[in-house]
Nanobody
């Protein structure tokens, strides 16, 4: 069993910063890519940022230059540093990871439970 536990969401004023964390635990053999998605009310879930196990990153155009994704492989943890937050960043943020639970098995996609980020004007 694998679990992803997110933390760091909350209420912040526009222009402020937040740092999200997501720790993977359980029967983990290896972790490939890890990422953050978000879903605003009435909208579809969208990719925010992704980082490979080789530390290559990719960002949604809407967050480039403001958000930074990073990971600590020793802790099986991925972070999202969010700066210059805007009201349109308000959403539930979900952590996602591609994880192999044993050698020889294909990786499966796992999701966290989500953490709410609210940016007020």
């Amino acid at each position: 069993q694998v679990q992803l536990l997110e933390s760091g969401g909350g209420l912040v004023q526009a222009g402020g910063s937040l740092r999200l964390s997501c720790a993977a635990s359980g029967s983990i053999f290896s972790i490939n890519a890890m990422g953050w998605y978000r879903q605003a009310p009435g909208s579809q879930r969208e990719l925010v940022a992704v980082i490979t196990n080789g530390a290559s990153t990719n960002y949604a155009d809407s967050v480039k230059g403001r958000f930074t994704i990073s990971r600590d492989n020793a802790k099986n943890t991925v972070y999202l540093q969010m700066n210059s937050l805007k009201s349109e960043d308000t959403a539930v943020y979900y952590c996602e990871a591609s994880i192999k639970t044993s050698w020889g098995r294909l990786p499966s996609q796992y999701w966290g439970q989500g953490t709410l980020v609210t940016v007020s004007e």
